[in-house]
């Protein structure tokens, strides 16, 4: 999506460690109007696939999988929390993630109450890189025995991989934009 390109390239910045800072339109302060742009993006490409829950995890993927929520006709928004709160049973769903961004590995849970084999999901996040926040809710979807019917990404980096490794799979994954290359002296490209 050209209007996100634009957006990374004019606001984005490049820190350490293969982070991309996103954070005036994405991850902290949001853009409500290029998320929904972007969900309508989204929606055209899974347009006639049958989706009953939208899935992604907390905390910065909830602005983007509720835009795509609206685009898919307000179907639920369920998000994988990463601290079991005390309003949460027991009986939870839960996979173990490594955080790029954190280093940090992280347990995330979804409630049996709200994931069913009935489900057919649509995974969204900000973004993907390595590829452990969506593999850890698609192992969730399985113990569920939902149907992953794709993943939606507002940001994909190529070259982590993860977003190759999860096609191989055989699922279909949709990216607003995909970067190929990223320097720490703010040189992005993107895949064309």
């Known amino acids: 999506m050209k209007l996100l390109e634009d957006r990374i390239k004019k606001d984005g910045i490049v820190l350490p460690g293969n982070i991309l800072k996103v954070n005036s339109f994405l991850n902290h302060q949001i ?54 709160s005390a309003a949460l049973s027991d009986d939870v769903y839960y996979s173990t993630v490594w955080s790029h961004t954190n280093s940090c590995n992280y347990n995330i849970v979804i409630s049996r109450e709200y994931l069913s084999s009935d489900d057919k999901i649509l995974l969204v996040d ?29 940001i994909e980096k190529a070259f982590q991989s993860g977003g190759d490794a999860l096609r191989e799979k055989g699922i279909h994954v949709e990216s607003g934009a995909i970067i190929e290359k990223m320097s720490y002296n703010g040189d992005i490209i993107f895949r064309s």
Do not use: W, Y
Not at 40 to 63: N, Y
């Open 126 to 154: 900000d973004f993907l890189a390595n590829g452990n926040a969506m593999n850890g809710l698609i192992e969730i979807a399985e113990n569920a025995g939902a149907k992953v019917q794709g993943i939606c990404v507002a």
């Open 31 to 84: 853009d409500v109007d290029l998320l929904d742009k972007l969900a309508e993006d989204f929606k055209k490409s899974f347009d006639g696939v049958d989706i009953t829950k939208i899935v992604t995890i907390e905390a910065s993927g909830i602005a983007v999988a509720c835009s795509v929520a609206r685009a898919f006709g307000n179907v639920p928004v369920l998000f994988a929390k990463k601290h079991k």
